[in-house]
């Protein structure tokens, strides 16, 4: 039988009770097999990822675990992401994606693909002799230098490899998932094999190197070795698990502080993850708490009202959310996916229904809305400007890390709709139509509902025979306050609180028994976190939006260029949004359903101006290949001319600036300046004022990207505060430019345009321009914020 991680782990830590490491968790989910969903968006959403998954070529995702193994590839590489670096990422992910799948469907075209993915890795690992599987382009050579102490990391690379570290925790997690989920004893041992090579890896490491390695963008290989420490019940492997923690960021949220502002948000999520399974298998409350910290401030201070984080990949300042407003690079679906893992272990270990209010959040909004109903493909960022849009992926062309945890996303829905406390208690979390076999308890549980488009689901029972025990029902924080009502075979019964968050009826159960749960549901308001006068509509748990225009969709399906993940069509003037006026505050009040049409919405009353007054808010998992509003600007009737004015001068500047940018680089961010060939040497990144920047004593440089040969300018952003530094830019090799940065009296960011030679517009000029900054010993180049390259002013 198919078994899940908890249940797995958990039975083989009960073989080891010597080791001490507490007792195993009260609270259990089910196994994924143990749940088959019903027709909803949630099956058909799981369908169309099968459909995607089953059209990528396994040789394929496999050339790259070849290559490195040093045994003929039996098939091309793919492109994208998969062979310009990150080679193999992919393959890690799909084989967790395989394992969800097949757990959630026992589809049999996904058993036999599961089953020869892993094979053919394990005539890679065994083609390597000592336990290594990746597919990380010259692996072995550069594991070997890190093994030798030699360590050359940076926020994206190691020893000049793109993010290996992260690369390689996807294999470990897909060996893992493929034992913990889909029940391959053969996964199980070939992880251990690898975690037994990294631990041989690292043996004569320093603590401090190799936090000096954890600078480089690493996943969450701290949870993989937590979960080995579990299944086999060896201490050595929880050891590992706690030094291949990063302690910069542990450190902070320890002791309750919120340094996240301008950390790449998907770099550290995975780290605090694997926080809570440090503490789950060790037994350390304080790397709980640090866990849960992390948790309330992401949640709480960096959310929107879709369940999604980060801007430009990053964590924008908690009380600024205008980037978020401005950007076409909202939240990125990978930072979701792992803030639903976080939640789901932080619900496991302590029960609070708020990670689950956060869980159905997120699910319903930001992950069923990140893959195409259609056509299938998948969206890395999600914007909330005002009248933008998403790009999806397609199948034999874009391998973004948001497709690979796309293909995962939509074979787990069933994880947590369930939940169990020992024999005794049956926890309902989701209500989404789905068949629960609790197998030890001769249960069956069939939920049956249209929820959302209905407020009430109804839960049918079939036992073989008769049983006491307690089934409790959650309480969503979105139901109001004593109007959760429950029937069971048609009568009203009294319910009580035995668990909070929750409703629960204990008494002897027959098969036959039917439970009817009441979820009326009502239109909130929800502002920014920042407070401004931005608001989004949330009716029950499903966030609201309007479609505003189906025009200049440039890009909407992704091909293969490296940034055609984002939705670099026109952007709409902000100011030119509609805009809502409300005479009070409840601005929800305005909202009013559309009869005969569920969860439809109109907002007329609010509206201002005619071209978007007729508008419909819908649940945004059904707006696709579409412009659409998220957020609203709202006013009062007298503040209306002057809101007006201030979005049309914040928004003017910067659509005239992105008219004129043919390419652009923001120096300290990750993507972006790996999207850019970044390199340098003797060089550091930090930010300021909420703005990232990169220096050097010695030099760093980028490729900007000039195929129409128009750039006539390069724009370079600094700050004020920087003095007495002394620097060249070259440009394909020429001198642009020598600078002598002497500050600005106003100590603010300042731009400097320096003109490109003629000779860059000639026809037969490189299409390709490497922007160096280099250092006059013993200066300092930079520090560095923008670099553009710019067409001439219209």
Not at 32 to 37: F, G, P, S
Not at 446 to 467: D, H, M, S, V, Y
Not at 643 to 663: G, I, S
Not at 778 to 788: K, L
Request: proline share 6%; charged share 20%.
């Amino acid at each position: 039988m198919l078994t899940n991680k908890k249940n797995l782990l958990l039975g083989a830590l009960c073989l080891v009770p010597a080791l001490g490491w507490g007792q195993a968790a009260k609270l259990q989910s089910f196994p994924v097999a143990a749940v088959r969903l019903l027709d909803s968006p949630f099956r058909e959403a799981q369908q169309t990822d099968l459909a995607y998954m089953l059209a990528l070529s396994p040789d394929r995702l496999l050339a790259p675990y070849r290559a490195a193994a040093g045994l003929p590839p039996t098939a091309q590489n793919y492109g994208n992401w998969e062979n310009t670096g990150l080679d193999g990422h992919m393959g890690g992910h799909y084989l967790s994606a395989l394992a969800y799948m097949y757990a959630a469907t026992g589809d049999a075209q996904v058993q036999q693909r599961l089953t020869y993915f892993i094979d053919q890795l394990e005539l890679c690992q065994q083609k390597s002799g000592d336990g290594y599987l990746g597919g990380v382009p010259g692996g072995p050579a550069m594991w070997a230098q890190v093994k030798a102490g030699n360590i050359k990391a940076n926020s994206f690379g190691l020893n000049d490899k793109w993010v290996p570290l992260y690369n390689l925790h996807k294999t470990f997690a897909g060996l893992r998932d493929a034992y913990a989920v889909a029940g391959s004893a053969k996964a199980r041992t070939m992880l251990i094999k690898l975690t037994d090579w990294f631990l041989d890896l690292t043996a004569n490491l320093s603590d401090a190197q190799l936090q000096d390695m954890m600078r480089s963008e690493h996943g969450g290989l701290n949870e993989i070795f937590a979960d080995v420490a579990e299944l086999t019940g060896e201490h050595k492997y929880l050891v590992l698990a706690q030094r291949f923690s990063h302690q910069a960021v542990l450190g902070p949220l320890l002791a309750g502080q919120d340094v996240l502002n301008g950390m790449h948000a998907n770099t550290q999520i995975p780290k605090v993850i694997g926080f809570e399974r440090v503490a789950e298998v060790g037994g350390d409350p304080a790397w709980a708490g640090a866990a849960a910290f992390f948790w309330k401030t992401v949640v709480e201070n960096r959310t929107v009202s879709i369940g999604g984080n980060s801007v430009s990949e990053h964590f924008n300042p908690a009380d600024n959310f205008a980037s978020m407003l401005e950007s076409t690079e909202g939240p990125e679906t990978c930072n979701t996916y792992n803030m639903l893992k976080l939640s789901k272990e932080l619900y496991l270990a302590g029960g609070a229904t708020k990670y689950l209010d956060y869980y159905e959040r997120a699910t319903y909004n930001h992950i069923l809305s990140s893959q195409h109903p259609g056509q299938g493909g998948f969206v890395y960022f999600t914007p909330m400007r005002p009248r933008h849009y998403r790009v999806y992926s397609q199948p034999q062309e874009g391998f973004w890390c948001c497709v690979g945890s796309g293909l995962e996303n939509h074979g787990k829905y069933g994880e947590l709709v369930y939940a169990h406390r020992g024999q005794q208690e049956l926890l309902v979390n989701l209500f989404i139509p789905s068949a629960l076999t609790w197998a030890e308890q001769g249960l069956t549980l069939t939920q049956e509902t249209t929820f959302p488009r209905e407020e009430r689901t109804q839960l049918r029972l079939a036992l073989k025979k008769p049983r006491t025990f307690a089934l409790s029902i959650r309480q969503p924080k979105w139901v109001p306050a004593g109007q959760l009502l429950v029937q069971v075979n048609g009568r009203p019964v009294a319910t009580s609180a035995a668990a909070p968050g929750y409703v629960t009826l204990t008494r002897k159960w027959r098969s036959g028994d039917v439970v009817s749960v009441a979820l009326p549901m009502t239109t909130t308001a929800e502002y920014l976190p920042d407070h401004t006068s931005w608001v989004s509509f949330v009716h029950g748990p499903v966030v609201l939006a309007a479609v505003t225009d189906t025009t200049d969709l440039a890009g909407l399906r992704a091909n293969g260029a490296r940034m055609a993940h984002v939705p670099n069509g026109p952007l709409y003037p902000i100011e030119e949004a509609p805009v809502l006026v409300s005479e009070g505050p409840d601005v929800a009040a305005g909202i009013r359903p559309v009869a005969g049409q569920p969860l439809t919405f109109t907002a007329a009353g609010l509206i201002d101006g005619e071209r978007y007054r007729n508008v419909q808010l819908v649940p945004f998992a059904q707006i696709q290949d579409a412009r659409y509003m998220v957020y609203w600007p709202v006013t009062t009737p007298a503040g209306l001319v002057a809101r007006k004015d201030e979005l049309r001068r914040k928004d003017q500047e910067k659509r005239a600036l992105e008219a004129r940018t043919v390419d652009y680089v923001a120096p300290g961010e990750q993507q972006p300046e790996s999207d850019h060939g970044f390199e340098g040497q003797q060089t550091e990144t930090g930010t300021f004022r909420n703005r990232h920047w990169r220096r050097a004593t010695g030099w760093f440089s980028y490729q900007l990207r000039n195929p129409q040969r128009a750039a006539r300018t390069l724009r370079v952003t600094y700050a004020g505060g920087d003095k007495n530094r002394n620097f060249n830019i070259l440009v394909n090799g020429v001198l642009l430019q020598t600078v002598r940065l002497e500050g600005n009296p106003q100590g603010d960011f300042y731009d400097v345009d320096y003109a490109l030679p003629a000779a860059f517009q000639k026809p037969d000029a490189p299409t390709a321009l490497t922007v160096k900054f280099l250092a006059t010993a013993p200066s300092t180049a930079g520090s560095v914020y923008d670099v553009r390259l710019l067409r001439p002013t219209p």
